[in-house]
């Protein structure tokens, strides 16, 4: 096992990054799959959190008129109350109510997430059980509210969804689609939400965890920065096709695939194929 993150395994981890970070599949489970697999060392939380800066990026970019009409309307509107019923005003309130659980149980957690989660049993009941939930919601749910009906409730309970991605397994946008299914959104007005509230929490997370990789001999900086310029890339492309079959599509294949991969997961745990932590 090399001492340190290689190009070719920085240029794997940056594609299953971009692959997976918008899927409702975990991104941070497929880091953590890939290293075992190929038994390499996990580059660890702190690679995950600045890795994800490159999908984030991809987010802002395809989501770059929203999110500048958000900003610019929630900003002139705390000056401005007559602006303060418009839906990118709320938006901006909702997207900061809905980042408290994260930013809350991150900083309460952050020991356990850094270390017993990243177990690959964890993950793997992680994948199937969230699996077997996003699928019930996305069978039962009623897919009929729309944007203006997301509430400072509905965005305090989409919070709550996002804060249970810190488990490796559950997935960011997995977790937040199924809390939205639950509460009767669309799919596509689900996923638009969870990604604009991925923003703030993606970024604190990485200024958090950058110092990290400064001083790791292992997942270095040049090598971290390939990563995440190829997650960029890739995710971009990733969350415009998202985007578009979700309108037409259920969440039936990604249930699938959550649920056999747990499932192969525990057999390479079970039979020694791969190490669990």
């Not at 880091?31 to 060392?41: C, D, E, G, K, V």
């Not at 944007?147 to 309970?157: D, G, N, V, Y």
């Not at 397994?169 to 596509?188: D, N, P």
């Amino acid at each position: 096992m090399v001492n340190h993150l290689t190009w070719i395994q920085a240029i794997v981890l940056g594609i299953s990054q971009g692959l997976t970070e918008f899927l409702p599949v975990s991104s941070s489970a497929h880091t953590l799959i890939l290293s075992r697999l190929f038994n390499w060392q996990d580059p660890g939380a702190a690679f995950t959190a600045v890795t994800q800066l490159g999908t984030e990026a991809a987010v802002i970019l395809y989501f770059r008129h929203d999110i500048a009409a958000i900003i610019s309307t929630w900003f002139k509107s705390l000056r401005k109350t007559e602006l303060r019923a418009q839906p990118e005003a709320k938006m901006g309130w909702y997207v900061i109510v809905g980042t408290l659980p994260i930013a809350i149980l991150g900083l309460i957690f952050k020991t356990q997430i850094e270390t017993t989660a990243r177990n690959l049993v964890v993950v793997a009941l992680a994948l199937i059980i969230m699996g077997l939930i996003l699928g019930y919601a996305d069978i039962s749910a009623k897919h009929i509210k729309d944007e203006s009906h997301l509430s400072w409730k509905s965005a305090l309970i989409f919070g709550v969804g996002q804060a249970l991605a810190l488990i490796p397994g559950v997935s960011r946008s997995g977790a937040t689609i199924t809390f939205g299914l639950f509460m009767g959104f669309k799919r596509e007005v689900a996923a638009r939400y969870s990604f604009l509230l991925a923003i703030p929490a993606v970024l604190a997370s990485a200024l958090l965890e950058m110092k990290d990789i400064s001083g790791d001999t292992y997942a270095n900086w040049p090598a971290t920065i390939v990563a995440t310029v190829i997650a960029f890339v890739v995710g971009y492309g990733v969350i415009s096709t998202l985007m578009k079959y979700i309108r037409t599509h259920s969440f039936k294949i990604f249930v699938q695939y959550r649920i056999a991969l747990g499932v192969l997961l525990l057999i390479l745990v079970a039979t020694g194929v791969v190490s669990a932590t």
